[in-house]
């Protein structure tokens, strides 16, 4: 079946930068990704939907400012996070719908801003 | 405002039992149903789906049923292996297929004890 590529599986980084976060669809083109934040023993809350070419649309109470979310191409989907504050560690998944195949996750990202 | 509930957090059965996850939504215009394993650290992976015109959808040993007049849907799992340990999110989206946003429930801890 189709595949997302999300890296990095695991980040550690210090409050104040910037992590970008990518999902890549493998053999297959990807016209829309969803970006996902996990917390613990919580639901997996849409943060943004990524259109190829256009803005990305971002769900209530999220910053766009802080959440960058590009989708230059049909294959790749990049999410930044920028300057990091310890309340954004977190686990980030990507998500692509596919034709005739529903929706497949990438296998995400465990943020660990210190 | 939770559109999908899972209300038990978790769920412990014996290996060769079924096992029974249950899901509740409140939008009415949700249209299809998915129910996704996930594995700590990892992306969920989808399971089964079903769609509003039909009450039940099975593969394998995995079978949804849907009662839309109750806004509920269930996950049998028979017979449950420990393999199947995991957390199970059931998700609803008002389309089937379409690009909408998907809506997670908070998810079930399931643990098959051999």
């Known amino acids: 079946g189709a595949v997302v590529s999300q890296h990095p599986s695991r980040v550690i980084c210090k409050s104040g930068t910037s992590v970008k976060i990518e999902c890549r669809s493998l053999?297959?083109?990807?016209?829309?990704m969803f970006w996902y934040r996990q917390f613990p023993k919580k639901s997996l809350m849409l943060m943004a939907t990524?259109?190829?070419?256009?803005?990305?649309?971002?769900e209530q109470g999220v910053e766009k400012d802080k959440f960058l979310i590009n989708h230059a191409s049909l294959t790749l989907s990049t999410l930044t996070v920028t300057s990091a504050h310890p309340e954004d560690s977190s686990f980030y998944i990507c998500?692509?719908?596919?034709?005739?195949?529903?929706?497949?996750f990438g296998s995400g990202t465990r943020l660990t801003v210190v | 405002d939770q559109q999908v509930k899972q209300n038990s957090p978790s769920l412990s059965v014996q290996e060769g039992r079924i096992s029974i996850l249950n899901c509740d939504y409140t939008?009415?215009?949700?249209?299809?149903f998915l129910w996704y394993k996930k594995y700590p650290a990892e992306g969920p992976t989808f399971l089964i789906s079903?769609?509003?015109?039909?009450d039940k959808n099975e593969d394998g040993r995995f079978t949804v049923f849907l009662n839309k007049s109750a806004k509920h849907l269930s996950l049998h799992i028979v017979p449950s292996q420990p393999g199947d340990s995991a957390v199970y999110f059931c998700?609803?989206?008002?389309?089937?297929?379409?690009?909408?946003?998907?809506?997670f429930g908070k998810g079930m801890k399931l643990t098959v004890n051999p």
């Open positions: 998500s692509a719908r596919v034709s005739g195949e529903g929706y497949t």
């Open positions: 053999d297959f083109q990807a016209t829309t």
């Open positions: 990524s259109n190829e070419g256009s803005k990305a649309t971002y």
């Open positions: 939008n009415s215009m949700f249209d299809y």
């Open positions: 079903i769609s509003s015109i039909k």
């Open positions: 998700a609803a989206s008002p389309a089937r297929g379409g690009s909408e946003k998907l809506v």
